[in-house]
């Protein structure tokens, strides 16, 4: 029998190399065929609920690296609940209307203007679908678990007919009104926009200073006098109404050769310095209230603009002076409701100049800028012309610039239940803690919801207009409403007439002849995911609302937490979340926004099939997602290097375990060697930590934890010392049971710990565990901090040992250099320290030889009596020498006593024992 055959070397089946990209879809297989969601659901059944609701991405596309961190941070968290005493069902879900959809119809050559609504409207869901089924593969291929075959769509049925219950509550209790006033316009989707839809982008505009001729001055004012007033959009000169100056300003009329100007005196020298006045004589100082009411000509139209006072005038730029719109501004509007001004608005749906604007009708509002200056050029009013960049509204969809437009449109009416808004938002945990700032400030400054869109695919506005054009929302024809759209669908306002889509005999007094006719605008998509509360969590009998956690990047705090939180408190009063968790933006590795101009995108269907999902879990996990984060190959290839060092360990520890019954070979806790002890209390640690930082959804504290636990604990340490042991001693001696005890222990805990990040690993490693009974880890429970005694004294007399044998392997390091060694086995080692380092050597009962992984070790003298050529350390002076005696062929160890027992002449007196009592033939 040859030596090293009588090794007992790691043995197990558990591949050293992941292969995640072909064995992680094996696994996905298997969980699918048992079913693992429903498993793990009966397995939490009649547990406390916790509830992390799903924001719907939008069914448009591949799924990109935001996508992806966001739902395996989902995952991270409901795996755990799931693991730590909850039941935490999670339901999936999609965002299905709006213009994306439409647009890339049209981009494949649908004509949109050649069919019906409704039979466009069918190709959108068709479309939708597709979408929907290509991403859901996607995202299960991340190892997502949820319920997937029954998630919750916005065009289903049953959500609409939730969406028009909302819809109705907020209309009864006097939230919803039909109002004509500016909104955000995007001429580019031929719609209003809300401002959860805008996004800010550079734009190069036309600066012009345009002077007004008063012609009824009020006693205060010449006539003749030019107020001026600056805009940076000439195209809504045609709409220009009146003229806005501050009440408590000081204006000043100031004298340029021979004519007089009207400007805010804070402003006059930047206006003189851009105008190039000359010498500008101040003849007279003025409030500005005393110009209310003042009459000044339009440069352009035979009528008259009206000097109003207005609050929203600001000295920050321009003449203070402002030029108002009403049709083209909110402020503007403001201020003209409050002086009985008309809502003028020559620009249609497209963005095109009017028949109201005179001779630039027929020009795209951005081609009328040019025009409209040369005219005022021409008639003398204007003062100053150039360019400047600016932050300007662009359609986040399209990324064209929006334009302030006044139609008529339904609103949600914020300011009528913003205080109960406000108290929800400081009832709301929010991590991180600044997420409550943002939306309060959001909230308390926001406009009213402009809710009413001028689109085909969504879901219509329940409203019905009698013969003399009253609206009709009762409770009736909302709960009508609701019914057909639950049983057929929101296709059918699109499909049948309106008297056929009210309750059957209904009647009203604005329609003797019984004829009426219904709303065809279609309501905001943030109305449809913002409604989720109700139409998921309230129509699914396995959910609740208030859900604990809405869990979404930092742009949904303008978005779907913000819509969210408008429909809820309207209906019920409350927020529809306990708490807010949010994440930044993927980033590539320079901290750029990817761009595939730019070709920086990093792509997660590429990262599983080069790297497998669980690496991109790990990333997840490796990341501060509460900022944003960065994400190339290089920092994709360093998360693979930790995962290689984590699944090496748990390697090592299979391999370790073969032979070991975790019913009859466990050894107490009690009868444990104190090396073994002090790393149960280094595992008790680690499960109590990271279990921790599960609770406080602190990924990146779990991944340098089981880093560290692996690679320095572990590796470093424990299981380097072990070998000797595991590999050479009888196969049921005490130490090697002891360390084999420690190792089984270890290896459970680990795979349940990292189960909610490395899913598919865990449930790899799960079955090659030895004892136990469920079939996969994602059925058991987060393990339990262990019952030690004597922890304080074990694991500061332990920890004073680490610092010690860090020493040590210095000097060990230092003495292979200087070839005194090889191995670390070659070695003898004395090492010279103060009495409290003595005392704690010798209370070790542990061999420290095999602790240190040297042939020979020991305690001499004091640290003054240490010899010269002895390497002086920060707790000892450490002599290395070689080791006397003969290598015994079975352990490597240096011994004298090699060749003492006689039938096994190459052999430690240690191993010939063995032999002689587990190996005779």
Same mark, same amino acid.
Request: hydrophobic share 35%.
């Given at each position: 029998?040859?030596?090293?055959?009588?090794?007992?070397?790691?043995?197990?089946? $558990?591949?050293?190399?992941?292969?995640?990209?072909?064995?992680?879809?094996?696994?996905?297989?298997?969980?699918?065929?048992?079913?693992?969601?429903?498993?793990?659901?009966? /397995?939490?059944?009649?547990?406390?609920?916790?509830?992390?609701?799903?924001?719907?991405?939008?069914?448009?596309?591949?799924?990109?690296?935001?996508?992806?961190?966001?739902?395996?941070? /989902?995952?991270?968290?409901?795996?755990?609940?799931?693991?730590?005493?909850f039941h935490a069902p999670y339901v999936p879900g999609w965002d299905t209307h709006g213009l994306p959809i439409e647009t890339a119809l049209t981009k494949k050559g649908v004509k949109r203007k050649e069919m019906s609504v409704a039979e466009f409207r069918k190709l959108c869901e068709e479309y939708a679908y597709q979408q929907i089924n290509g991403q859901r593969e996607q995202f299960k291929r991340l190892g997502v678990r949820g319920?997937?075959?029954?998630?919750?769509?916005?065009?289903?049925?049953?959500?609409?007919?939730?969406?028009?219950?909302? $819809?109705?509550?907020?209309?009864?209790?006097? %939230?919803?009104?039909?109002?004509?006033?500016?909104?955000?316009?995007?001429?580019?989707?031929?719609?209003?926009?809300?401002?959860?839809?805008?996004?800010?982008?550079?734009?190069?505009?036309?600066?012009?200073?345009?002077?007004?001729?008063?012609?009824?001055?009020?006693?205060?004012?010449?006539?003749?006098?030019?107020?001026?007033?600056?805009?940076?959009?000439?195209?809504?000169?045609?709409?220009?109404?009146?003229?806005?100056?501050?009440?408590?300003?000081?204006?000043?009329?100031?004298?340029?050769?021979?004519?007089?100007?009207?400007?805010?005196?804070?402003?006059?020298?930047?206006?003189?310095?851009?105008?190039?006045?000359?010498?500008?004589?101040?003849?007279?100082?003025?409030?500005?209230?005393?110009?209310?009411?003042?009459?000044?000509?339009?440069?352009?139209?035979?009528?008259?603009?009206?000097?109003?006072?207005?609050?929203?005038?600001?000295?920050?730029?321009?003449?203070?002076?402002?030029?108002?719109?009403?049709?083209?501004?909110?402020?503007?509007?403001?201020?003209?409701?409050?002086?009985?001004?008309?809502?003028?608005?020559?620009?249609?749906?497209?963005?095109?100049?009017?028949?109201?604007?005179?001779?630039?009708?027929?020009?795209?509002?951005?081609?009328?800028?040019?025009?409209?200056?040369?005219?005022?050029?021409?008639?003398?009013?204007?003062?100053?012309?150039? $360019?400047?960049?600016?932050? %300007?509204?662009?359609?986040? +969809?399209?990324?064209?610039?929006?334009?302030?437009?006044?139609?008529?449109?339904?609103?949600?009416?914020?300011?009528?239940?913003?205080?109960?808004?406000?108290?929800?938002?400081?009832?709301?945990?929010?991590?991180?803690?600044?997420?409550?700032?943002?939306?309060?400030?959001?909230?308390?400054?926001?406009?009213?919801?402009?809710?009413?869109?001028?689109?085909?695919?969504?879901?219509?506005?329940?409203?019905?207009?009698?013969?003399?054009?009253?609206?009709?929302?009762?409770?009736?024809?909302?709960?009508?409403?609701?019914?057909?759209?639950?049983?057929?669908?929101?296709?059918?306002?699109?499909?049948?007439?309106? /008297?056929?889509?009210?309750?059957?005999?209904?009647?009203?007094?604005?329609?003797?002849?019984?004829?009426?006719?219904?709303?065809?605008?279609?309501?905001?998509?943030?109305?449809?995911?913002?409604?989720?509360?109700?139409?998921?969590?309230?129509?699914?009998?396995?959910?609740?609302?208030?859900?604990?956690?809405?869990?979404?990047?930092?742009?949904?705090?303008?978005?779907?937490?913000?819509?969210?939180?408008?429909?809820?408190?309207?209906?019920?009063?409350?927020?529809? %979340?306990?708490?807010?968790?949010?994440?930044?933006?993927?980033?590539?590795?320079?901290?750029?926004?990817?761009?595939?101009?730019?070709?920086?995108?990093?792509?997660?269907?590429?990262?599983?099939?080069?790297?497998?999902?669980?690496?991109?879990?790990?990333?997840?996990?490796?990341?501060?997602?509460?900022?944003?984060?960065?994400?190339?190959?290089?920092?994709?290839?360093?998360?693979?290097?930790?995962? +290689?060092?984590?699944?090496?360990?748990?390697?090592?520890?299979?391999?370790?375990?073969?032979?070991?019954?975790?019913?009859?070979?466990?050894?107490?806790?009690?009868?444990?060697?104190?090396?073994?002890? $002090?790393?149960?209390?280094?595992?008790?640690?680690?499960?109590?930590?990271?279990?921790?930082?599960?609770?406080?959804?602190?990924?990146?504290?779990?991944?340098?934890?089981?880093?560290?636990?692996?690679?320095?604990?572990?590796?470093?340490?424990?299981?380097?010392?072990?070998?000797?042991?595991?590999?050479?001693?009888?196969?049921?001696?005490?130490?090697?049971?002891?360390?084999?005890?420690?190792?089984?222990?270890?290896?459970?805990?680990?795979?349940?710990?990292?189960?909610?990040?490395?899913?598919?690993?865990?449930?790899?490693?799960?079955?090659?565990?030895?004892?136990?009974?469920?079939?996969?880890?994602?059925?058991?429970?987060?393990?339990?901090?262990?019952?030690?005694?004597?922890?304080?004294?074990?694991?500061e007399k332990w920890n004073a040992f680490l610092d010690l044998r860090d020493d040590v392997l210095k000097a060990l390091e230092e003495a292979r250099n200087q070839k005194v060694i090889g191995k670390s086995l070659n070695a003898k080692v004395t090492v010279y320290v103060d009495e409290k380092e003595k005392a704690l050597l010798n209370s070790i009962e542990e061999k420290l030889e095999q602790l240190f992984i040297v042939s020979k070790?020991?305690?001499?003298?004091?640290?003054?009596?240490?010899?010269?050529?002895?390497?002086?350390?920060?707790?000892?002076?450490?002599?290395?020498?070689?080791?006397?005696?003969?290598?015994?062929?079975?352990?490597?160890?240096?011994?004298?006593?090699?060749?003492?027992?006689?039938?096994?002449?190459?052999?430690?007196?240690?191993?010939?024992?063995?032999?002689?009592?587990?190996?005779?033939?």
């Open positions: 029998m040859e030596y090293k055959d009588t090794l007992l070397m790691p043995k197990t089946e $558990f591949p050293m190399r992941g292969n995640l990209p072909n064995r992680e879809p094996e696994i996905q297989l298997a969980w699918e065929e048992m079913n693992i969601y429903q498993k793990v659901q009966e /397995k939490t059944k009649g547990r406390p609920l916790f509830i992390l609701h799903d924001g719907p991405p939008y069914a448009n596309g591949d799924i990109h690296m935001g996508h992806a961190m966001n739902k395996i941070l /989902k995952d991270f968290i409901v795996r755990f609940k799931s693991m730590n005493g319920d997937w075959e029954n998630p919750y769509i916005t065009l289903k049925p049953e959500y609409e007919a939730q969406q028009i219950k909302v $819809f109705g509550d907020m209309a009864k209790k006097g %939230y919803i009104y039909k109002g004509k006033k500016p909104v955000y316009w995007s001429p580019s989707s031929e719609s209003a926009l809300a401002e959860a839809e805008i996004e800010y982008q550079d734009k190069r505009s036309a600066s012009i200073y345009v002077a007004f001729d008063v012609v009824d001055g009020k006693d205060i004012l010449e006539k003749g006098t030019k107020i001026v007033i600056w805009t940076t959009t000439p195209w809504t000169i045609p709409a220009n109404l009146g003229i806005s100056v501050h009440p408590d300003l000081t204006y000043v009329v100031v004298e340029v050769d021979g004519t007089r100007y009207v400007v805010a005196e804070a402003l006059l020298e930047a206006v003189t310095e851009t105008i190039a006045w000359e010498n500008p004589t101040v003849v007279k100082t003025v409030k500005g209230n005393e110009l209310e009411h003042i009459l000044a000509k339009h440069p352009l139209y035979e009528r008259e603009s009206l000097v109003m006072l207005g609050e929203h005038v600001t000295t920050d730029a321009g003449t203070g002076c402002v030029h108002t719109a009403p049709g083209h501004g909110e402020d503007d509007f403001i201020v003209g409701q409050k002086y009985g001004l008309d809502v003028l608005c020559p620009v249609d749906e497209k963005g095109v100049m009017t028949e109201e604007a005179g001779e630039f009708a027929g020009l795209f509002y951005d081609e009328a800028n040019k025009p409209i200056t040369e005219k005022l050029q021409e008639v003398g009013a204007l003062l100053k012309l150039n $360019f400047i960049t600016h932050s %300007y509204p662009h359609d986040w +969809r399209t990324k064209k610039p929006t334009i302030f437009r006044a139609t008529a449109q339904w609103f949600a009416s914020i300011k009528d239940f913003r205080s109960e808004l406000l108290t929800a938002i400081e009832e709301t945990k929010w991590v991180p803690a600044w997420g409550e700032t943002r939306l309060y400030n959001m909230v308390r400054d926001r406009g009213d919801w402009c809710i009413s869109r001028q689109r085909a695919w969504g879901v219509p506005i329940p409203v019905f207009y009698a013969e003399d054009g009253q609206e009709i929302i009762t409770d009736e024809t909302i709960n009508h409403v609701s019914d057909l759209f639950r049983e057929n669908g929101s296709n059918v306002w699109f499909e049948r007439e309106a /008297k056929d889509l009210l309750p059957e005999g209904f009647t009203h007094e604005g329609s003797p002849n019984g004829l009426f006719t219904k709303e065809t605008d279609i309501m905001d998509v943030w109305f449809d995911s913002g409604s989720s509360h109700q139409a998921v969590l309230e129509e699914r009998e396995d959910l609740q609302r208030p859900a604990d956690l809405y869990l979404e990047g930092s742009d949904q705090y303008r978005g779907w937490f913000n819509s969210s939180l408008s429909t809820a408190v309207a209906v019920t009063g409350k927020a529809p %979340y306990k708490g807010v968790l949010s994440h930044g933006f993927a980033l590539d590795g320079e901290g750029r926004k990817m761009s595939k101009s730019i070709g920086n995108v990093v792509i997660p269907a590429k990262v599983m099939n080069q790297l497998g999902a669980d690496i991109l879990r790990l990333w997840v996990a490796s990341v501060d997602y509460q900022s944003d984060v960065r994400v190339s190959d290089p920092i994709l290839k360093q998360v693979a290097d930790v995962y +290689r060092k984590i699944r090496n360990t748990f390697r090592f520890l299979l391999g370790n375990l073969e032979g070991f019954n975790p019913e009859s070979d466990r050894v107490a806790y009690e009868n444990l060697r104190e090396v073994d002890q $002090f790393m149960m209390i280094k595992l008790n640690k680690l499960i109590k930590q990271t279990k921790s930082a599960y609770e406080n959804y602190e990924f990146a504290s779990i991944y340098h934890l089981i880093n560290n636990f692996c690679t320095l604990d572990l590796s470093a340490f424990y299981l380097d010392y072990a070998k000797d042991i595991l590999y050479c001693e009888a196969p049921d001696s005490h130490d090697r049971r002891a360390i084999q005890t420690f190792l089984y222990e270890a290896l459970v805990s680990l795979t349940k710990l990292v189960s909610p990040i490395l899913s598919h690993t865990a449930d790899e490693v799960w079955a090659f565990i030895p004892g136990v009974s469920e079939e996969s880890a994602q059925l058991t429970l987060m393990p339990e901090e262990y019952s030690l005694t004597n922890t304080n004294t074990i694991e070790f020991e305690v001499g003298g004091t640290v003054e009596e240490a010899p010269d050529q002895g390497i002086k350390l920060e707790k000892a002076v450490i002599v290395v020498e070689k080791a006397e005696g003969e290598t015994c062929e079975r352990c490597w160890n240096v011994s004298e006593e090699v060749g003492t027992v006689e039938a096994h002449p190459t052999l430690c007196l240690r191993c010939a024992t063995v032999m002689s009592e587990h190996y005779t033939n």
